[in-house]
């Protein structure tokens, strides 16, 4: 989305700057939605389907 948005309005190649802004707005968006599974047992069920090993 974000090398879009730069391609479209044709700004320097600045792709050294986007994957770092690319990790860190999907480690926000992860812990936001950790906070919003606020009971453990259904954090352990979810990181669970999604592949991760215990302990958590």
């Known amino acids: 989305m974000l090398r879009g948005f ?3 309005f044709k700004v320097a190649n ?3 700057i986007l994957k770092p802004l690319t990790g ?7 812990a936001i939605q950790l906070k919003l ?6 954090l352990h069920r979810i990181l669970k389907l999604r592949g991760f090993k215990p302990p958590f």
């Open 6 to 8: 730069v391609n479209y």
């Open 14 to 16: 600045i792709s050294q």
């Open 24 to 30: 860190w707005i999907r480690r926000r968006l992860s």
């Open 37 to 42: 599974w606020k009971k453990v047992l259904k």
